[in-house]
C-alpha cells in the first residue's frame, strides 16, 4: 500500500491549494480517509476526515468553511480544498487511511492513532 500527496505550495493569505492524494494498491472505497497537519514541535493534528459509511465529513474548528475533503474511490484519490489560506495553516499536509478507519469519522476530527496507511507528505507555506 503506498499514498502519493502532493500539491503543496507556497501561498500568500487568501488564496487557494488543492492537496492530492492517489493511492497504490489500495481503495478508499470502504475506508474513511483523513488530512493530517504537523509542524515542527508539534504533535500531528487531524484537520479534516470523510466517512465512507455517511459520506459525512468532520473538520477541526479552524478550517471549517475554508477547507473540503472530498475523494473519487474509483480513481483511489483523495482531496482536500484549501480555500482562503492563512499563516497558521502552514504545515506539512499528510494523507492517510486503513481498515481500522471505519466508522471513525462521527463529528469530530480524525485522530492520528486510529490510522495506519500514511502518505509522505507535502508542505504547505502560506505567507506574505
Known amino acids: 500500500v503506498q499514498l502519493q500527496a502532493s500539491g503543496g505550495g507556497v501561498v500568500q493569505p487568501g488564496e487557494s491549494l488543492s492537496l492530492v492524494c492517489a493511492a497504490s494498491?489500495?481503495?478508499?472505497?470502504?475506508?474513511?480517509i483523513g488530512w493530517f497537519r504537523q509542524v515542527p514541535g508539534k504533535e500531528r493534528e487531524g484537520v479534516a476526515c470523510?466517512?465512507?459509511?455517511?459520506?459525512?465529513?468532520a473538520y477541526i474548528d479552524s478550517v471549517k468553511g475554508r477547507f473540503t475533503i472530498s475523494k473519487d474511490s474509483r480513481q483511489s484519490t483523495m482531496y482536500l480544498q484549501m480555500n482562503n489560506l492563512k499563516p497558521e495553516d502552514t504545515a506539512v499536509y499528510y494523507c492517510?487511511?486503513?481498515?481500522?478507519?471505519?466508522?471513525?469519522?462521527?463529528?469530530?476530527?480524525?485522530?492520528?492513532?486510529?490510522?495506519?496507511?500514511w502518505g509522505q507528505g507535502t508542505l504547505v507555506t502560506v505567507s506574505s
Open positions: 494498491r489500495f481503495s478508499f472505497h470502504v475506508y474513511d
Open positions: 492517510a487511511s486503513g481498515p481500522r478507519t471505519s466508522g471513525t469519522c462521527v463529528g469530530a476530527p480524525p485522530d492520528p492513532a486510529d490510522y495506519d496507511f
Open positions: 470523510l466517512s465512507s459509511s455517511v459520506g459525512s465529513a
